[in-house]
């Protein structure tokens, strides 16, 4: 019994293991020559946001554990390491999908179907309302656990500003507006036409219809459904 119990606990480990693996992999060899500046200029960013506390917590438990009764159970041993390598990974992946939109609406309810785009990763400045009951749990850890929200020594127009330029695709979704979401897409309006043209915009089929000019910007870019948002990231159009 005890010999299943730690066999599925190394297997869970390594399967943990394989998802940000595949994400590296993945990265590396579609920017090939610029993976290395790609991740360098991820890594800072990440620092510089005061994300630095997942790799410290992470090489913490690694450091402990040869002073934990744990450390004679080669099982847990295992699955440490895989979490450990599994997590430093996926931090320092650099991101090729960048998500727009406000704040604890309908653009964190694309964190749960966006994974659909793997192994191309997502990175995002959203909250949530981490304290209405009504935002499902499942929800509030998808945008907790995959944010990049930046603390007050930086400011978030760098940060986006950086993303917009190091990731290969950015969807911004307008079904719902804030006044972060107007200064984004005036960044965006104002930056090089290659950055412009590899931007998705995601609106409902109502309000195309009752503002046809407000969009007629964004001809060819426009996503009538998260499904369609999903299909042309994958499609890398």
Partial sequence: MIRAVESALVAFGVLLFTVPLSEFIWAWRKRSLGFLRAALCHVRLQLISGRYWVPLLSTAAILFLPFSTAFEVPAVVVFTLCIWVSTMLRWATPPTVLLLGASGGTANELLIPLPAVFPARIIHLLKDKYNDPSRGFDLKLHTLFSHSRTSGSVS??????????????????????????????????????????????????????DRPEAYRRYAGRLCLSPDEAIRRLRRGK
Avoid at 172 to 179: E, I, K, T
Avoid at 183 to 195: A, C, N
């Fill in 156 to 209: 978030w127009e760098f940060v986006v500003t950086q993303y917009l330029e190091l990731c290969e695709h950015t969807l911004v979704d307008l079904r719902a507006q804030s006044q972060h979401l107007e200064r984004e897409l005036l960044m965006i309006s104002g930056s090089p036409i290659d950055i412009r043209e590899k931007v998705l915009y995601l609106v409902t089929k109502a309000q195309l219809e």
